[in-house]
Structures are given as C-alpha cells and as structure tokens.
Nanobody
Framework: QVQLVESGGGLVQPGGSLRLSCAAS????????MEWYRQAPGKLREVVAT???????TYADSVKGRFTISRDNSKSTVYLRMNSLQPDDTAVYYC?????????????WGQGTQVTVSS
C-alpha cells in the first residue's frame, strides 16, 4: 500500500517556475517508481516525467529541458521542478507510484494539485 500527498501547485505567470512535491507513505520506497502525470480540461491524462529507484529519469517531449524530476529516498519524496511554464502546462498534476516487483503493475495515485499558468 502506498499513499501519496502532493503539494506545491498554484497560479504562476508565463515564464515562471513552480516546484511540486509528493510525499509517499510507504516502507518500500526503494522499490517504487515515481511518476508525475497531468490532465488538462478535455484532454487525456498524460505522463510528464518518471524517476526510477536508481534515479534514472524520462520526460515527455513537451517538457524536456524545462521540467526536472528528482527523488529524495531519505524523505520518500519526489519533486517536479517546472521552469519556463507556459499556458499549455495548465493542468491538474498527479503523482503516481508503482512497485517494480508487483505483477501485474498497479499504480497508486495522489489527489492531484492544480497548476495554472496565466497572466
């Protein structure tokens, strides 16, 4: 069982920055892949960034070079640093996690945090 709590969303002007945090309540964080998804109004939920237990990262093409995902295993927390934000980045951002060992894969979800990019 993994419980996720996001924080750090809000309103920011175009070109601005935000950092999202996601704290995981689990004793197995070392086996957990952490991800950030987002869902804009009228659009499907999409994966934004992923970080493995070994801190390997992948990004959606739309955020490469602007967003950085990182994890602090000592705090069971994952972060998403978002720079050069644009109106198209407006969405509800969700933290997600899955245990590498579990078959089939099962994703746990946070409640989501709103990010609005607007002048």
């Amino acid at each position: 069982q993994v419980q996720l709590v996001e924080s750090g969303g809000g309103l920011v002007q175009p070109g601005g920055s935000l950092r999202l945090s996601c704290a995981a309540s689990t004793g197995i964080f070392g086996f957990i892949v952490m991800e950030w998804y987002r869902q804009a109004p009228g659009k499907l939920r999409e994966v934004v960034a992923t970080v493995t237990p070994g801190s390997s990262t992948t990004y959606a093409d739309s955020v490469k070079g602007r967003f950085t995902i990182s994890r602090d295993n000592s705090k069971s927390t994952v972060y998403l640093r978002m720079n050069s934000l644009q109106p198209d980045d407006t969405a509800v951002y969700y933290c997600s996690a899955y245990d590498l060992r579990a078959k089939p894969r099962y994703n746990y979800w946070g409640q989501g945090t709103q990010v609005t990019v607007s002048s």
